[in-house]
């Protein structure tokens, strides 16, 4: 029997994705399950058992937490997405309830996932989703302000907040270094990201590959503010106005802006700051969907004689 190790949010809330509902969908698919809340202090020390799979349940918070924190990455991930945005398991085709995916998992069948990687005067931080400066970082703070609605009523919600912050955002001066090479920018933000999806559910790095070891940085241009802020309004329609580099190694230097890890925002400190990124040596195995059983193979079309 395969070992699981459920790392789960235990304010997930909606129904069927408590702790009770989910290790039975987990053992009813065969797995013999450990738990572990990611709100425990002690969350680090559930990776000393001794496990098979690792399944990391609940929003991009949660999975950022997991994927960051796992010492031994040979060990499989599995993701039960129990958020609104769910923008890493949008970002690698991953979609379902508790029951349903557990059911398909196959631990063979893993994308390589890159984790991000930034220091600055703080020290390192990782990060799995995008590291951002100015009005991305600006919209988060703003969105912490207010009581957050459920469902598809808080992207809704959200992306009128970025809209709105995009509308005010004033130009950031920006340094930024790619290949040995730097170039001044005076932009609304500049979001370093890992996956395709971010913030409110938007594909904003559609160009991102979570497997090339490489951050995609998507420059947020001052002339497109009225151009994003109308793609927002239905962003699977076209591709986002944005400015894409990709890169191994990123410097960034700035003064007076917000920034923010993840889903975690910092307000602006004032002074001069500069950020180096890159990708992890060592990538995240995450489980992906495989063809369901029930799915046909369509056949061909015998040639007419």
């Known amino acids: 029997m395969v070992r699981a190790l459920l790392c789960h949010n235990p304010d997930a809330g909606a129904k069927g994705h408590d702790r ?18 990611v709100d425990d202090k002690d969350f680090v020390d559930a990776f000393n058992k001794s496990v098979d799979l690792i399944v990391a349940a ?12 796992i010492p031994d990455r040979r060990i499989p991930v599995a993701i039960l997405p129990l958020g609104t945005a769910n923008n890493f398991a949008r970002s690698l085709g991953i979609a379902g309830t508790p029951q349903e995916l557990a059911e398909m998992w196959d631990t063979d069948h893993t994308c390589p996932v890159s984790i991000g990687e930034v220091t600055g005067h703080w020290g390192t931080s990782l990060f799995l ?58 932009v609304l933000g500049i979001e370093v990201c890992n ?7 938007l594909p904003i790095a559609a160009t991102a590959d979570v497997s090339d070891n490489k951050l995609d940085v998507v420059i947020l241009e001052s ?21 894409n580099r990709k890169a191994s190694k990123i410097e960034l230097t700035f003064r007076d802006a917000p920034t923010r890890l993840d889903d975690e925002a910092y307000e602006a400190t004032g002074g001069k700051h500069s950020v180096d990124l890159v990708c992890e040596e060592t990538p995240v195995r995450v489980v992906i969907p495989v063809k369901h059983p029930t799915q046909k193979t369509p056949e061909k079309k015998a040639k007419a004689s």
Request: hydrophobic share 35%; no cysteine.
């Open 20 to 37: 009770d509902s989910i290790e039975a969908a987990l053992k009813l698919a065969g797995y013999d399950v450990r738990y572990a809340s």
């Open 58 to 69: 609940g929003g991009d918070g949660t999975i950022g937490k997991v994927l960051t924190t």
């Open 129 to 186: 989703e995008s590291y951002g400066i100015g009005v991305f970082p600006q919209f988060l703070i703003d969105a912490k302000k207010g009581k957050k609605p459920k469902g598809a009523e808080n992207l809704r919600q959200g992306r009128e907040l970025l809209q709105k912050a995009l509308k005010r955002a004033k130009s950031i001066d920006i340094v930024m270094t790619i290949g040995g090479k730097s170039q001044e920018l005076s």
């Open 223 to 243: 002339d497109d503010r009225k151009a994003l802020m109308k793609w927002i309004e239905a962003p699977f329609e076209d591709k986002p106005p944005v400015t």
């Open 195 to 201: 996956i395709p999806f971010t913030g409110p559910g």
